[in-house]
Nanobody, 123 residues
Framework: QAQLVESGGGLVQAGDSLRLSCAAS????????MGWLRQAPGKEREFVASISWRGTITRYGDSVKGRFTISRDNAKNTVFLQMNSLKPEDTAVYYC????????????????WGQGIQVTVSS
């Protein structure tokens, strides 16, 4: 059974960095686009970043452009989200997701989801 497992979250201060990882198992996601989405309490799930299966096309939400970087290692079936210059408004549960074809900014278009991992940024 396909599974996505996030790691690397935690509590940091504003201005700090974190690197999230998402390890895929149960199938090969090397031909799938991968995405990171997040959900803060009381808010809708928000697109953060996506990457094409080859890693050549990346997209970012406006609120994270210039601060976050998505990457992937298909040999290890892993996708990463490097988060720099973190702000309190980045506090949310971060989800890794996968879909065949091109990346998407719409959470409803992803077929596979991880359980999510908490990122908390204190001011």
């Amino acid at each position: 059974q396909a599974q996505l497992v996030e790691s690397g979250g935690g509590l940091v201060q504003a201005g700090d960095s974190l690197r999230l990882s998402c390890a895929a198992s149960g199938r090969t996601f090397s031909t799938y686009a991968m995405g990171w989405l997040r959900q803060a309490p009381g808010k809708e799930r928000e697109f953060v970043a996506s990457i094409s299966w080859r890693g050549t096309i990346t997209r970012y939400g406006d609120s994270v452009k210039g601060r976050f970087t998505i990457s992937r290692d298909n040999a290890k079936n892993t996708v990463f989200l490097q988060m720099n210059s973190l702000k309190p408004e980045d506090t949310a549960v971060y989800y890794c997701a996968a879909r065949p074809g091109a990346g998407s900014t719409t959470y409803g278009e992803y077929d596979y989801w991880g359980q999510g991992i908490q990122v908390t940024v204190s001011s």
